[in-house]
């Protein structure tokens, strides 16, 4: 099964620019220009900006990353019981760039906190497909004998 993995462009655009520097940069930097974290996820020229603001944004990007994978891994676990040839559903990279999010809140695990509770919905729908997909998968050859 292929699962794409998302940008940093998409998730800086779906989350807004202001909003992902604040979470990827990490907190023992300083704050940068979203715009220098677009450009770089973007491969754009950098000239603008100091070393050291590249740099953060370097590390901003590195923690998108990251994350992104952490949350990819995630949904390919509820999706283990598809076939290979069964295309993950289209909403999935959407559960893998809310995932991604969740990973890089520090603060994510504050009871109320819309970004928990989102992944809780994530992760419950995520559970629910995995269960129809379970049961709904042919029986392997061993169980065929």
């Not at 590390?59 to 999706?79: C, H, K, N």
Request: aromatic residues 6%.
């Amino acid at each position: 099964m292929n699962l794409s993995l998302p940008t940093a462009s998409q998730m800086l655009l779906r989350f807004g620019a202001r909003r992902l520097t604040e979470l990827a940069v990490p907190d023992t930097e300083q704050v940068i220009d979203p715009l220098l974290l677009q450009a770089a996820a973007a491969g754009a020229p950098l000239d603008e900006w100091l070393s050291s603001e590249i740099a953060i944004a370097q590390q901003a990007l590195a923690r998108i990353a990251d994350a992104a994978g952490r949350a990819r891994s995630e949904v390919l676990f509820y999706l283990r019981y598809r076939q290979a040839e069964q295309a993950a559903p289209e909403w999935a990279l959407d559960d893998v760039m809310e995932l991604a999010r969740y990973h890089l809140v520090d603060s994510a695990g504050k009871k109320g906190s819309t970004v928990r509770t989102r992944y809780r919905d994530v992760l419950k729908r995520l559970q629910t497909l995995a269960a129809e997909d379970r049961a709904t998968a042919a029986p392997t050859s061993a169980g065929s004998n």
